[in-house]
């Protein structure tokens, strides 16, 4: 959808996707710092509370990971989805 952040924030994007596997993957905060796991916690507990709420939590992930990692992580979640 054109212009979907001028009407939503990302957490209820990622909250209307909640029928969906949703992974993040090193996540910024808004003043475009790495955000840190105390950080992904806190910001991200809404969605993790919806996703718990429609019984999918582990469909929802938020985390840091290394360069290496990423890749992987990714081509598994493509793979599996």
């Known amino acids: 959808m054109p212009a979907i952040l001028e009407k939503f924030d990302m ?12 992974m993040v993957l090193n996540p910024y905060l808004g003043n475009k710092a790495p955000a840190g796991k105390t950080d992904i916690e806190k910001v991200y507990e809404p969605v993790s509370a919806t996703y718990k709420a429609m019984k999918k939590p582990a469909a929802w992930q938020a985390l840091n990971v290394s360069k290496g990692e990423r890749s992987s992580i990714i081509h598994s979640f493509l793979k599996d989805n």
């Open 11 to 22: 957490l209820q994007v990622y909250q209307a996707l909640c029928s969906r596997p949703v």
